[in-house]
Nanobody, 127 residues
Framework: QLQLVESGGGLVQPGGSLRLSCAASRFILDNYAIGWFRQAPGKEREGVSCISSSGTTTNQADSVKGRFTISRDNAKNMVYLQMNSLKPEDTAVYYC????????????????????WGQGTQVTVSS
C-alpha cells in the first residue's frame, strides 16, 4: 500500500529525452506529495522535482528548470518525470518518494520530508 516503483531509466545520448515513471497506490497519491531525487556516484542525494498531493503545485531544482517536467495521472496512479535536453551531469540513480506536507498544495524537494522511497532507476547520459 505504501510502495513506490520507478521505471523508465536507461542509456541516452546527450540532448536526448527519457520519461521516468513512479507507480504508487491510490492512497499515496491522495495523501502524499511525490518527489523525485537523484544520486550520482560519490555525491549526495539531490532533490530534482516535486508535485503536491493536489497536483496544483510543482517545484524544480534550478539545475533542471526548463528541461524536466513532473506530472501525475491519477487515473493510472502514476507520477512522471519527463526529462529533456539531458546532459552527462544528469547521470544518476533516480528515486521517487512520498512525503506529507502541511496542506495538499505544498511540496518541497528536501529529502528529510519524505518517508517512503522506491528502489531507484538508473539514468545514464553518455555518447
Amino acid at each position: 500500500q505504501l510502495q513506490l516503483v520507478e521505471s523508465g531509466g536507461g542509456l541516452v545520448q546527450p540532448g536526448g529525452s527519457l520519461r521516468l515513471s513512479c507507480a504508487a497506490s491510490r492512497f499515496i497519491l491522495d495523501n502524499y506529495a511525490i518527489g523525485w531525487f537523484r544520486q550520482a556516484p560519490g555525491k549526495e542525494r539531490e532533490g530534482v522535482s516535486c508535485i503536491s498531493s493536489s497536483g496544483t503545485t510543482t517545484n524544480q531544482a534550478d539545475s533542471v528548470k526548463g528541461r524536466f517536467t513532473i506530472s501525475r495521472d491519477n487515473a493510472k496512479n502514476m507520477v512522471y518525470l519527463q526529462m529533456n535536453s539531458l546532459k552527462p551531469e544528469d547521470t544518476a540513480v533516480y528515486y521517487c518518494a512520498a512525503g506529507v506536507f502541511i496542506g495538499r498544495s505544498s511540496c518541497l524537494i528536501v529529502d528529510r520530508n519524505y518517508n517512503y522511497w522506491g528502489q531507484g532507476t538508473q539514468v545514464t547520459v553518455s555518447s
